[in-house]
C-alpha cells in the first residue's frame, strides 16, 4: 500500500501546487494572452467545474467504487491542464481552466473514498493526515517555485509540468484502485443494494451542482457586458446560484441562523474573502508595481507561513481563547490585513507594506479554518458528520466562486478607467465580507434548543 500511499499525496500535492501557482502566474499570462479583462474568470471557471465535480464524484463513488472516478477525474485534469498550456487566447485558456477544475473535483473526493475502501481503519487516520498535509508544502513553495518557473521557463510550464507529473502520480495510485475492484469495502454489494432514494438524491445534488456552476459562469461571462441584457444576465445568475445553494446547503445557512448553518455561512464569508483578496494581489504586484513574478509569489508564501503558525497555534495546548474570539480576532485580522494591502495603489508605501498586511489576513485564516471545522464537527450529530463536512466544502466553494464572479466583473468595468480604482474596489468587497463575518461570529454559539432540522438539506 505504499505506494497507493505515495501516489494519493502526489495528486493531491500536485493538485494543490496547480491551485497556488496559477494565482503567481496569471498576471503573465494574462498580459501574454491580452487577457487582463478576463483575469478573475480564469480563477472563478474553475471553481465554478469543481463544484460539479465534487458533487458527482461521491454518489459516482459509492455506486460503482473510486477507480473509475479517479481514472476519469486524472483525465479530465490532465486534458485541461494541456489546452490551458497551449492556449493561443485567454478564451481557450480559460476553457482549459474549466476543465481541470472538474477533473480537480472529482479527483479530491474519489481519493477520500479510495482510502475508505483499501486501508483498514487503524490506518485511515494517518491517511488521511498526510493527505492534508500535502496542502501545506504547495502552499509554502507553490508560489515562489511557480515565480521561478514562469521567469525561466516561461508561464505554459506551470500547466505543463504539473500535466507530465500528474502521469507518474497516477500510476502508482493502480495498485490500489485494483484492490479497490477486487474487494470494495464498504461499497454496495450489488446494483441494488444501494436505496433508491441514496441514487435519487445523489443525482439531485449533481443536478443543483450544475446549476450553481451554470450561474456562476452566467455571472463571469455577462459581468464584462456593458448593456442592459448584461444587467438581466447577472440577475439570472444570482438567482440561478441562490437557488442551488439553497438545495446544495443546510437550511438557514443564507441567513446565517445560530449554530450549526451560521458555521457553514462563515466558512463560505473567509474563503470568500481571503481568497477574493489574494487574486488581485499578484496582479496589482506585477502590472503597478513592476515585480517579477517569482517575487510577486513570495508574498503569498509569507501569507501561506503566517496561516500555518495561526493553525498550529490555535490547536496548541492550554488555549484559552474561546471559538468564538479565534472568530472575532480571524476575521477582524482578515479585514485589516486586506486595508493594508490595499494602501499598494498609492506608489509612495512601500511593498513591504502589503507583504505586512498580507501576513496579517494569512494569520487570521489560521485561526479560521480549524476553529469552523471543529464548530461543525461539535455541532453536527454522528451520523451527520460526513454529509455536513461535504456542506462545509461546499459552502467554501460557492461563495468563493460568487465573490470573484462579481467582484471581477466589478475590476473588468473600472479598470479601463482607473486602475487604481478597480484594485481598490475588487479588494474592498473582500475587505467588507471579512469585517460582516467579524460581525456574525457570535452565532455559532448553539441555540438553546437546537432544531432537529439543523443539518439537514432543504
Known amino acids: 500500500m505504499r505506494a497507493t500511499t505515495i501516489g494519493a499525496v502526489a495528486l493531491v500535492t500536485l493538485v494543490a501546487f496547480e491551485s497556488m501557482a496559477v494565482a503567481t502566474a496569471m498576471p503573465t499570462v494574462a498580459e501574454a494572452l491580452d487577457g487582463v479583462s478576463r483575469y478573475a474568470v480564469a480563477f472563478g471557471a474553475t471553481l465554478a467545474t469543481a463544484l460539479v465535480g465534487m458533487a458527482a464524484a461521491g454518489p459516482w463513488s459509492d455506486r460503482a467504487g473510486p477507480a473509475r472516478p479517479i481514472a476519469v477525474g486524472v483525465t479530465t485534469f490532465v486534458a485541461g491542464l494541456v ?24 479527483v479530491t473526493v474519489a481519493l477520500y473514498v479510495l482510502v475508505g475502501h483499501v486501508y483498514a481503519e487503524e490506518l485511515r487516520p494517518k491517511v488521511f493526515a498526510a493527505l492534508a498535509a500535502a496542502w501545506v508544502v504547495p502552499a509554502v ?26 502521469v507518474p502520480a497516477a500510476l502508482a495510485v493502480r495498485p490500489g484502485l485494483r484492490l479497490a475492484a477486487s474487494h470494495p469495502a464498504g461499497a454496495p454489494a450489488g446494483p441494488d443494494a444501494e436505496p433508491q432514494a441514496a441514487r435519487e438524491a445523489g443525482r439531485s445534488v449533481v443536478g ?17 457586458e456593458l448593456t442592459p441584457l448584461g444587467a438581466v444576465a447577472i440577475g439570472v445568475g444570482v438567482v440561478a446560484v441562490g437557488v442551488a445553494a439553497r438545495r446544495l446547503l443546510p437550511a438557514g445557512t443564507g441567513r446565517a441562523a445560530r449554530g ?3 458555521v457553514f455561512a462563515l466558512r463560505g464569508v473567509a474563503a470568500a474573502a481571503f481568497f477574493g483578496g489574494e487574486v488581485f494581489l499578484p496582479l496589482l504586484l506585477d502590472r503597478e508595481r513592476g515585480l517579477s513574478a517569482a517575487a510577486a509569489g513570495s508574498i503569498l508564501t509569507v501569507g501561506a507561513l503566517s496561516w500555518s503558525a495561526a493553525s498550529w497555534y490555535q490547536g496548541g495546548p492550554g488555549q484559552r481563547l474561546t471559538a468564538v474570539r479565534r472568530l472575532r480576532i480571524g476575521y477582524t485580522a482578515i479585514a485589516a490585513g486586506i486595508a493594508v494591502v490595499a494602501l499598494l495603489v ?24 480549524p476553529t469552523l471545522s471543529v464548530l461543525m464537527l461539535g455541532l453536527s450529530p454522528v451520523a451527520e458528520q460526513g454529509a455536513n463536512s461535504s456542506s462545509l466544502q461546499l459552502a467554501d466553494a460557492l461563495a468563493t466562486t460568487v465573490t470573484l464572479a462579481l467582484s471581477g466583473a466589478l475590476f473588468a468595468v473600472l479598470e479601463p478607467r482607473s486602475a487604481v480604482l478597480a484594485y481598490t474596489a475588487g479588494l474592498a468587497v473582500a475587505g467588507t465580507l471579512a469585517a460582516l463575518g467579524a460581525a456574525v461570529s457570535g452565532r455559532v454559539e448553539a441555540p438553546d434548543v437546537a432544531p432537529a432540522a439543523t443539518g439537514a438539506l432543504h
Not at 208 to 220: D, S
Open 208 to 224: 443543483w451542482a450544475v446549476l450553481a456552476a451554470l450561474g456562476a459562469g452566467v455571472l463571469h461571462i455577462a459581468g464584462h
Open 346 to 369: 498609492v506608489p509612495a508605501v512601500p511593498v513591504v507594506v502589503g507583504v505586512a498586511g498580507w501576513s496579517v489576513a494569512g494569520f487570521g485564516m489560521g485561526l479560521l479554518f
Open 141 to 166: 513553495v507553490g508560489p515562489l517555485l511557480a515565480g521561478l518557473v514562469v521567469t525561466h521557463l516561461g508561464w505554459r510550464w506551470v500547466f505543463l509540468l504539473v500535466a507530465l507529473l500528474v
Open 260 to 262: 450549526l448553518p451560521a
Open 83 to 106: 489546452v490551458a498550456g497551449l492556449a493561443p487566447t485567454m478564451s481557450v485558456l480559460v476553457l482549459g481552466r474549466a476543465v481541470q477544475g472538474l477533473g480537480s473535483g472529482v
